[in-house]
């Protein structure tokens, strides 16, 4: 796995904005598109055009929308955790829904977060710097060497 960010993201504003937000807040990252559901499922499976994983490379963490063409958000997340190689995607809900069922749903179907979409260029870059500083920065997925485990396994 390695530092990609994949964006789900059907609205040219949104993707214009959250890439706008990211260099503003110095996200390095590469960062891909997906325009919609059956597009994100096909970059994360390596179909067709995607089949090059070294040009689209499985994100460390993907922004997923609801509602998307064809594919709707909650159904890729469903189809996401459905694959063992991307378990450990993190998975971040970014939609304009504050519903409740919405929110229940994502997280039953292993979002690991669920933010809603800000309305004004501040609040974008302020969730920007908040992806960046705990998503990119600070956490410590899965994938990452454990090096407490090792310590006490050694240790025996």
Same mark, same amino acid.
């Given at each position: @796995?390695? %530092? ?16 706008? $937000?990211?260099?503003?807040?110095? =996200?390095?990252?590469? &960062? ?7 597009? $994100?499922?096909?970059?994360? !499976?390596?179909?067709?055009? #995607? ?10 963490? @993907? ?20 694959? !063992? ?6 998975? =971040? =809900?970014? %939609? %304009? ?5 919405? =929110?229940?749903?994502? #997280? ?5 977060? #669920? ?20 998503? &990119? ?5 899965? !994938? ?10 050694? %240790?025996?």
């Amino acid at each position: @796995m390695n %530092s990609t960010v994949l964006l789900v993201e059907d609205e040219p504003n949104d993707i214009f904005f959250m890439k706008h $937000a990211f260099q503003e807040v110095g =996200i390095l990252n590469p &960062l891909q598109v997906a325009q919609d559901g059956r597009e $994100a499922i096909n970059y994360l !499976s390596g179909a067709g055009e #995607y089949a090059d994983r070294k040009k689209f490379p499985l994100p460390c963490l @993907m922004l997923l929308d609801l509602n998307l063409p064809r594919v709707m958000g909650l159904d890729v997340l469903k189809w996401v955790r459905e694959q !063992s190689e991307m378990k450990t995607i993190i998975v =971040i =809900i970014l %939609s %304009s829904s504050r519903l409740v069922p919405d =929110i229940e749903r994502a #997280y039953q179907l292993g979002a690991n977060a #669920y933010l809603v979409k800000p309305s004004t260029p501040p609040e974008l870059r302020e969730l920007a710097t908040g992806i960046k500083q705990f998503w &990119l920065k600070l956490n410590h997925g899965p !994938s990452a060497p454990r090096e407490p485990a090792a310590h006490i396994a050694n %240790s025996k």
